[in-house]
């Protein structure tokens, strides 16, 4: 095929183009703007995966801490340590095994317990932020897992709420809260208390909620009547107290409710021992039997009761002459397994495995456990296909995991395993997780998680499960590091080889280990030099220094325990050198100071002589001079004063102190009866502000003013504020009204702004900021909406003020904190105290799981923390510190005027070139009040160019665009005119262009005739 010569088609084209004009540009597209003030930087880099063992299976939970699930299954309480006690599920394998919710999220702990299965789901309660109780329902998935309702902190501090038994009968689940009765359907709006159904006389229900039938049954005081056993339910005309077991004005006192078919037994009677059983009526409440007293442990095993008094095991039918005694001995312990009861009794013999079916001629001795409690202490952990299951101690560290059909040949070993720590046997062994036809156990040890097994009783049908998710150990020990100095974090840390002194640069590469020591009791900075109390392998407790340097890590002194005594403690840096209180000698607890040598650790002097000691607490400086509490030769504590000599030390005032804090030029005092005092450091300037404060919890000077967490009946815990008269303390904001509390706390300096923590029922815990005003205390931001709160407590510190991590960067105008939101698990979060400028910093784990960032320090230019992932635990990182609010303008040139002529009245299609901008934090966007490429129309057009950065800072120029039109030239004479009209009024030039179309015309015409 002979395709044609495109070219004069093209030639064409371009001149039918260039006479009929063009169609106009598009307007360039603004540069897309950076979000550099809040640019979320990526995850926490890891520093060092320093424990880098194997991560082993988790823990299993306590009591009432596991269910079935009802398509197969089992929900429980594990305890993991990148994840805490949480809720899992298991199929009894290790695939199997996995997190359903991380309730309280990180190594915090939601504790899920008091499972109890209503309508097709699996209720627990859970502690969620600052200890606040909850109810969820779970039906063994992520998204199946809900709240069903939160509850209110109760008005004794943080983390006051108390959750109790709970049970379904007739239709409803019945619970425990704040020792009253609830009910709930389910939902949060069926979820309320019952407890307006009792009389009012009645003032608390006692722990214990046992189900029969369509009933629960349950203890209560009555101011009126003493304590008794009542029923309901959930009717009112079905509540009712069951029977008056006074005698004369004792209390009847019942315990103990077991129940058996339809049978309910308690212990109750003038002294609380005697046998009773209801059948839910009070014509059916009777006494059973007087003989045993008093009655201990209950279980139920088919038609019998079986219980024990202090010497004896006994079983009851429900009769006088059916109540029996078994044994002449205490068991240690009780359970029931394939229709018989198992127990432990200790005789001259040693440890013995007994059996009984309820009567005296079936109550026999199974086996020998061992002689004593080295070789033959044991626990049950419960039953499997009819056989008993128990842990038996076999001395040297080595446990047994046996189980039993009740006979001595049917007694066997299953698995045995020798422990890293001596086993534990209280009696109240781990009880089994049942999954199907297999149960899981475990072993205990003192402070470390045993090994758990998978066992259907026999020893064939026994492995250990080792683990539920690939990765490594975390190796964080503690939630706060020990101390920074200038480009250095020290902290503590756990690998392979035990415990040790670890330092960070904050940089890949930069972290080491200085040194193993058992134990780290205190630390403080003095310049570049950390001093911690440490005692390692070869050593007694002593005081330590380093620089950071394997070299630099150094003993100072020794300080050899005593009787009584305690480490060296209250470590505090004054005029260059360390302040602490220690014992040496036969002196007491004194007053010490250290140059960082041996020679110059010596003590100050001994304010209380003898071996009593003056134990000085709250060391603190203000205006270059050491306060501290200590007692006098006469042992009454009091307010000191010193310069760091012995004859610099004096007395400024008697005063039981409780806490001390500096403020400006003021020393703030909290007394033993929680008295607020002030002092100028003498003894006329000591005085009390105000006495009639409830508890307080912590004292934090912050701008100018006295921040202090208290709790009171009327408020409940709440922040209180003083500027240092009694007219000037008082609440500052009763955030969550009435008697519970809002728990406000770890107060912070962030400008001229106070930032703290608290909670309420609608919103949970949240961030809060404060100008010392009620109305200027508000919520900064609700990141989690709902009454699931975004920030969560540090359980592990021991400093009140310290429960909550957060970090201002005051340089940089902004704080950091741990929080989560409804994406994204528990983060690094940064503010500048408003709720537009709190934006999340980094994000470590995925979608909802949570890093859970702690330890938080700044070094240099980086945040160091430990967070942790699923591959590596709980390990340092660090992340660079947020950029401080942006308020800064961009800078922006505009280009020169531009001037361009047109023959058309109307306007002409103008480009021109582009304005130039710059940022610090990145390019900004350019915005253009009439672009490039677009008709201009005759005359001058300002043109306004707007850059606008990532902060939303702006800032413009403007030139001009002129266009003018141009003059044609006076029209040709008739005769001049070629008969086309072509160039009639044409433009110069534009005839050449009809020229060519002529040309191009006449060549095509040619070609086709060839």
């Not at 039918?317 to 240690?332: D, K, M, W």
């Not at 200790?346 to 070789?375: C, F, I, M, Y």
């Amino acid at each position: 095929m002979h395709w044609p010569n495109p070219a004069p088609a093209l030639l064409v084209a371009g001149v039918m183009a260039g006479l009929v004009g063009c169609s106009e540009p598009a307007a360039p597209s603004p540069a897309p703007a950076m979000a550099a003030t809040r640019q979320q930087v990526d995850g926490p880099a890891l520093l060092k995966d320093i424990d880098t063992r194997p991560v082993g299976f988790p823990m299993l939970g306590g009591f009432y801490t596991s269910h079935p699930l009802p398509g197969g299954g089992t929900l429980l309480a594990m305890t993991d340590e990148l994840t805490g006690t949480e809720l899992w599920r298991t199929d009894g394998t290790e695939p199997g095994t996995t997190l359903v919710k991380d309730i309280a999220p990180g190594d915090r702990s939601s504790s899920p317990r008091r499972f109890a299965s209503f309508q097709g789901a699996i209720y627990f309660a859970a502690e969620m932020e600052a200890g606040r109780i909850s109810l969820w329902k779970s039906d063994g998935t992520p998204a199946g897992t809900v709240l069903v309702k939160s509850f209110s902190n109760l008005p004794d501090g943080l983390g006051g709420s108390s959750f109790g038994a709970m049970a379904a009968a007739g239709g409803a689940l019945y619970f425990l809260y704040d020792d009253t009765l609830w009910r709930s359907d389910g939902t949060e709006a069926g979820t309320t208390s019952v407890q307006g159904m009792l009389p009012p006389t009645v003032s608390k229900l006692l722990p214990g909620l046992t189900p029969m039938g369509d009933a629960v049954y349950f203890l209560a005081e009555d101011s009126a009547q003493g304590t008794g056993l009542w029923k309901t339910d959930g009717t009112a005309a079905g509540t009712l107290r069951l029977k008056d077991l006074r005698t004369d004005d004792q209390t009847g006192d019942p315990n103990g409710m077991t129940a058996v078919g339809s049978t309910l037994y308690f212990a109750a009677g003038p002294d609380g021992r005697e046998l009773w059983k209801t059948d839910g009526t009070v014509q059916g409440t009777q006494l059973v039997s007087t003989q045993p007293q008093p009655i201990g442990y209950q279980v139920a095993v088919g038609p019998y009761l079986f219980f024990q008094d202090i010497t004896s095991l006994w079983s009851t039918n429900g009769t006088t002459a059916g109540t029996v005694r078994l044994l002449a001995s205490n068991p240690t312990w009780m359970v029931e397994a394939g229709g018989a009861l198992f127990f432990a009794v200790e005789s001259a013999l040693g440890h013995e495995l007994w059996v009984s079916n309820g009567t005296v001629a079936g109550t026999r001795r199974v086996k020998s456990l061992g002689p004593d409690a080295q070789h033959g202490a044991s626990d049950a952990l419960g039953s499997v296909n009819g056989r008993m299951l128990l842990v038996v101690s076999q001395g040297n560290r080595q446990v047994g995991l046996w189980s039993s059909d009740g006979s001595e040949a049917g007694t066997v070993l299953l698995a045995e395993r020798t422990l890293n720590t001596d086993p534990i046997m209280d009696g109240f062994g781990q009880p089994a997780v049942t999954v199907g036809t297999s149960v899981l156990v475990a072993f205990e040890e003192q402070n470390a998680p045993g090994p758990v097994f998978r066992t259907d009783g026999t020893a064939a049908g026994t492995v250990e499960l080792r683990e539920a998710r690939r990765g490594t150990r975390s190796s964080q020990v503690e939630q706060r590091p020990l101390g920074v100095t200038p480009g250095k974090v020290f902290f503590l840390a756990r690998d392979e080889g035990g415990l040790g002194l670890w330092v960070s640069d904050a940089i890949p590469g930069g972290t080491l280990r200085l040194g193993r020591f058992s134990g780290v009791n205190a630390s403080a900075t003095v310049g570049s030099t950390l001093y911690f109390v440490a005692r390692d392998a070869s050593h007694d407790p002593g005081l330590w220094k380093s620089d950071g340097t394997v070299a630099g890590t150094v003993k100072v002194k020794d300080f050899p325990s005593t009787d009584g005594s305690f480490p060296p403690h209250s470590l505090t840096a004054f005029r260059g050198a360390l302040y602490f209180t220690a014992t040496a000698d036969a002196n007491g607890e004194e007053l010490w100071r250290s140059n960082g040598t041996a020679d110059g650790t010596v003590r100050v002097l001994d304010l209380a002589p003898g071996s009593q000691g003056s134990y000085p607490v709250l060391l603190q400086v203000m205006n270059d001079t050491l306060y501290f509490s200590a007692m006098d030769s006469n042992f009454r504590r009091a307010l000191w004063r010193s310069d760091g000599t012995a004859n610099g030390t004096v007395k400024v005032k008697d005063v039981n102190l409780s806490n001390l804090v500096v403020g400006g030029d003021t020393l703030y005092l909290l007394t033993d009866d929680n008295s607020l005092w002030k002092s100028d450091g003498t003894a006329d300037g000591t005085v009390r502000i105000r006495e009639d404060l409830g508890s307080v919890w912590e004292l934090a000077w912050v701008n100018g003013r006295l921040y202090m967490g208290v709790a009171d009946t009327a408020h409940g815990y709440e922040p209180w504020v003083s500027d240092g008269t009694t007219e000037g303390t008082h609440l500052l904001k009763d955030i969550q009204p009435g008697p519970t509390d809002s728990g406000g706390i770890s107060f912070r300096r962030l400008g001229n702004q106070t930032l703290f923590f608290a909670q309420d029922d609608a919103h949970g815990l949240e961030l809060w900021r404060t100008d010392g005003t009620e109305a200027g205390t508000v919520r900064v931001t609700d990141l989690m909406p709902g009454p699931l709160g975004s920030v969560h407590v540090n359980n592990e510190t021991d400093n009140f003020s310290d429960i909550f991590e957060l970090v201002p960067l005051e340089d940089r105008g902004l704080a950091v904190f741990a929080a989560q939101d409804p994406a994204r698990g528990l983060e690094l979060w940064a503010t500048d105290g408003t709720t537009e400028g709190t934006f999340r910093h980094a994000d470590l784990a995925p979608g909802e799981e949570s890093s859970a960032p702690t330890s938080l320090a700044v070094v240099g230019d980086q945040l160091f923390a430990f967070a942790g992932d699923a591959a590596h635990g709980r390990e340092p990182r660090a992340v660079p510190l947020p950029l401080p609010p942006d308020t800064t303008k961009p800078t922006v040139s505009c280009p020169t005027n531009v001037s361009v002529t047109t023959a058309d009245a109307q306007g002409t299609t103008v480009e021109y070139p582009a304005a130039t901008a710059n940022d610090d934090r990145g390019p900004p966007t350019l915005a253009y009040s009439q672009a490039s490429g677009t008709r201009f129309p005759t005359g001058a057009t300002p043109v306004t160019v707007t850059a606008t950065d990532a902060a939303g800072n702006t800032a413009q120029c403007t030139f001009t665009v002129t266009v003018t039109q141009q003059q044609s030239p006076p029209p040709p004479d008739s005769d001049e005119d070629s008969g086309c009209g072509c160039t009639s009024g044409m433009a110069p030039g534009a005839g050449a262009g009809w020229g060519l179309l002529l040309l191009a015309l006449a060549s095509l015409r040619a070609r086709r005739r060839g």
